[in-house]
């Protein structure tokens, strides 16, 4: 799973303690948990389709009184969906011979309120070197000795889900050290046993294989998105919201827009470094962040990935990955709110031209409005030619 809880910098913190001087730079952050790779296999389902966003507020307990909830400290906007005998494997991936890592979970208890979940306990588990759960607070640490992994060597285990009844996030912190520098780097994926949504999503993908419509509780037929969104979930563009829905009259982020332009595009592999500094890895954009960067249609020091998308930057993107083609004639008539100076300008006439759109009306564009989940797949659904549906 890749994404940690937000107010631990989205999916990645870093422990700083002395660092001597050595001949061999230590790695950035990014560098370093590439060395890690963390998979967890459901049959049927993939661990795409099994990102939940959902909004949780997640509270620590005051460790001098234990019985008091203290305000938010930390936040997760998302979950893995997985069952309960779902197999995490945990493997030392990267090249570098100088680290190991070890690997702690703490459970976090759903308290009932739909807004935030309650701290189980002042302490996290351990994975023994057997590969067993051990509660922390049995001793500095277990039996045997904490589980380490070096380089080419993996974990396989599942979750402690007996130990935790009722609706739990997990959340497995790995660690990375290297020993030689003093330092240490940590990064998180949150897992929730969430049988009933895996068994939808591998309904629907065996929907999909048999060539039968995916059923969203939120499209009909007869909506102007209904073949774009079936398009979209047909073809790996998006799998809707995790909880039935396809959610089209939400508002599309750009962190969205992107990752669907992305999927639709086959999901390139992104070479080089991370350019945005508010985009970690464990974002679900991650990889269309980079991409994009790659590709020319977003640029800067920051992604932004949850500003709203408007009518103007999604044709920008989509005009963009078209190759940015000239428009001749003068782009003033086209409407009265888009000026012929605009940035934006070549991409709305170029999108007018390719059928994407017609404005809103009444010889408006509305560039600042701000463009839903069902608009954004209906653009790329036009931009594909309308493919026809299985």
């Not at 190991?100 to 302490?123: I, R």
């Amino acid at each position: 799973m890749k994404k940690p809880l937000a107010a631990l910098t989205a999916c990645a913190l870093c422990a700083m303690l002395a660092v001597p001087v050595l001949a061999a730079p230590l790695p950035e952050l990014e560098a370093a948990l590439r060395n890690i790779r963390c998979e967890s296999y459901v049959e049927g389902v993939p661990n795409k389709d099994r990102y939940v966003e959902r909004e949780l507020t997640v509270l620590g307990r005051n460790p001098e009184d234990p019985a008091r909830i203290d305000t938010p400290v930390e936040y997760a906007s998302f979950y893995y969906a997985v069952e309960r005998d779902t197999m995490i494997t945990l493997t030392g991936a990267g090249a570098d011979s100088d680290y190991f890592f070890t690997v702690s979970m703490t459970p976090y208890l759903f308290d009932g309120t739909d807004k935030y979940l309650a701290f189980e306990g002042a302490q996290a588990c351990l994975l023994d070197a057997e590969g067993n759960w051990v509660d922390s607070a049995l001793g500095s640490e277990p039996p045997g000795g904490v589980m380490t992994l070096s380089a080419g060597e993996s974990v396989s285990f599942t979750l402690p889900v007996e130990e935790f009844e009722g609706d739990t996030i997990f959340d497995l912190q790995i660690t990375v050290h290297y020993p030689v520098y003093e330092h240490a780097f940590w990064t998180h994926y949150l897992y929730r046993v969430d049988e009933e949504l895996v068994a939808r999503l591998r309904a629907e993908r065996e929907r999909e294989e048999a060539g039968n419509p995916v059923q969203f509780s939120d499209v009909e037929e007869g909506d102007y998105f209904y073949a774009p969104v079936q398009w979209a979930a047909a073809n790996g563009v998006s799998s809707g919201m995790g909880d039935g829905s396809f959610g089209a009259d939400l508002t599309c982020t750009r962190g969205q827009i992107l990752t669907f332009l992305h999927a639709a595009q086959g999901r390139p592999q992104a070479e080089g470094e991370n350019p945005f500094s508010d985009v970690a890895e464990g974002d679900y954009y991650y990889d269309a962040a980079r991409w994009a960067a790659r590709e020319g249609l977003v640029s800067g020091p920051e992604f932004l990935g949850d500003t709203p998308c408007t009518r103007a930057s999604a044709m920008t993107y989509l005009w963009k990955l078209a190759g940015a083609p000239e428009q001749p004639g003068d782009l003033s008539l086209l409407f009265a709110d888009v000026d012929s100076g605009a940035d934006y300008a070549p991409a709305v006439a170029w999108a007018v031209r390719e059928g994407v759109t017609a404005g809103t009306g009444d010889g408006i564009f509305s560039p600042d409005a701000n463009c839903t989940r069902g608009q954004i797949m209906t653009y790329l659904y036009l931009t594909a030619g309308q493919p026809s549906l299985p």
